[in-house]
């Protein structure tokens, strides 16, 4: 048998900071393989690879150190957590990571540069995919640092890290697909319900580690939840990706917006008062910002019966109407109206309008706006 004490070679930090640089040299052009692989694409997306390599670093530094030293302060209880730690504390430490993580890592679509490159389902399944791997390429040198810290790891060979290489390279790739899911919800102009998916994956790829780490489950559980997990995520990208390979035929094939909507037959529209010059001039300045709005139809000329509006209403708001409903009105119909456009830009803007507080503030302008259009109509003529 050999002795593998005997073997030489650096050990302790010399030896995760060996392990970690071939992990690195091996990470950073397989990832780039996997951006250049979308067709005609992929050098669009590759500089955001560099985006999130210190993303993992600031999280952890200024937000989850922070607050896991505070809450367990909070506690009264040591910072190793077991099975006998407060059930709060416990909830606090699992959730912790996912929901700071996945918010940083969506964090550069701030960046109006970033947010230009999503023009459909295509692009913000790779912009997120691309996003989330940057975040892991730079986790592995957090994870490593931390590594090097423990005296726990002091007589460890380079060789022996050797599950920490095989994990980087999972979680690199895990990363990965939950940012897709948060960056696709964006597109779709539902920013919480994307987060909050991406949350609950990468709360489900947890699970099995941090019971493990607390004494609840074996390590071979663990193991296998996390074989689960991955299992899902694939399944989770495969559906991803299947779905992003058609939006441009839906596009095309959708065309131009009709001016003569069916509202009987479920049409969306915009319904507004055509009597109102600046209510026109309005909608005809968003409709320029974002293109791809559903048609705007004067009221008088619509079929109000046909989706249960009556003139009064019309009268007093615009109405969005789509599936021969009703979907909202007035400052609220507007929001809906360019969150379904084509752009990204607009998803962004009608989706953040429709978040509470931002919500109420633009339900008073409009309300102001609409009692005082007839005035502001006589001035822009």
């Not at 691309?130 to 810290?149: C, D, N, P, Q, Y």
């Not at 004067?298 to 789509?322: D, F, I, N």
Request: aromatic share 8%; glycine share 12%; net charge positive.
């Amino acid at each position: 048998m050999v002795d593998l004490g005997a073997v030489s070679g650096p050990r302790g930090p010399a030896g995760i900071a060996l392990t970690t640089l071939v992990v690195l040299t091996v990470m950073v052009p397989l990832c780039r393989v996997v951006v250049l692989r979308v067709p005609r694409r992929g050098r669009r997306y590759l500089w955001l690879l560099a985006v999130g390599v210190l993303s993992s670093s600031v999280v952890n530094l200024v937000v989850k150190g922070p607050l896991g030293l505070l809450a367990t302060e909070l506690a009264g209880a040591g910072r190793q957590l077991t099975t006998t730690s407060p059930l709060w504390l416990l909830l606090f430490a699992l959730l912790l990571a996912p929901v700071a993580e996945e918010a940083i890592k969506i964090a550069p679509l701030v960046s109006g540069r970033v947010r230009r490159l999503v023009v459909d389902r295509v692009d913000a399944l790779w912009v997120g995919i691309t996003l989330g791997m940057s975040f892991g390429l730079g986790e592995i040198v957090w994870v490593a640092v931390t590594i090097a810290g423990s005296g726990e790891y002091a007589t460890v060979p380079w060789y022996g890290f050797g599950g920490f290489a095989t994990e980087r390279l999972v979680v690199t790739f895990g990363h990965g697909v939950m940012t897709a899911v948060a960056v696709m919800g964006w597109w779709r102009g539902r920013v919480l319900r994307g987060y909050l998916g991406a949350v609950a994956l990468h709360l489900l790829a947890n699970i099995g580690a941090f019971l493990s780490f607390i004494g609840a489950w074996s390590a071979e559980l663990a193991s296998t939840w996390t074989v689960a997990t991955l299992v899902v995520l694939a399944a989770v990208f495969e559906r991803m990706r299947r779905g992003a390979g058609r939006p441009r035929v839906e596009l095309l094939a959708a065309g131009p917006p009709t001016s003569e909507p069916d509202l009987a037959r479920g049409d969306p529209a915009i319904i507004y008062d055509g009597d109102c010059g600046f209510c026109r001039a309005t909608l005809e300045s968003i409709r320029r910002e974002f293109p791809g709005l559903p048609p705007q139809v004067p009221w008088r000329e619509a079929a109000l019966g046909s989706v249960g509006l009556t003139s009064e209403e019309c009268r007093a708001a615009v109405q969005y109407v789509e599936g021969g409903t009703v979907v909202a009105s007035g400052a609220d119909a507007l929001a809906r109206a360019v969150r379904s456009s084509r752009t990204a830009r607009g998803r962004l803007v009608g989706g953040l309008v429709l978040v509470p507080g931002v919500r109420s503030v633009a339900r008073w302008v409009y309300a102001v706006v609409a009692r005082n259009r007839h005035r502001l109509s006589v001035l822009i003529s």
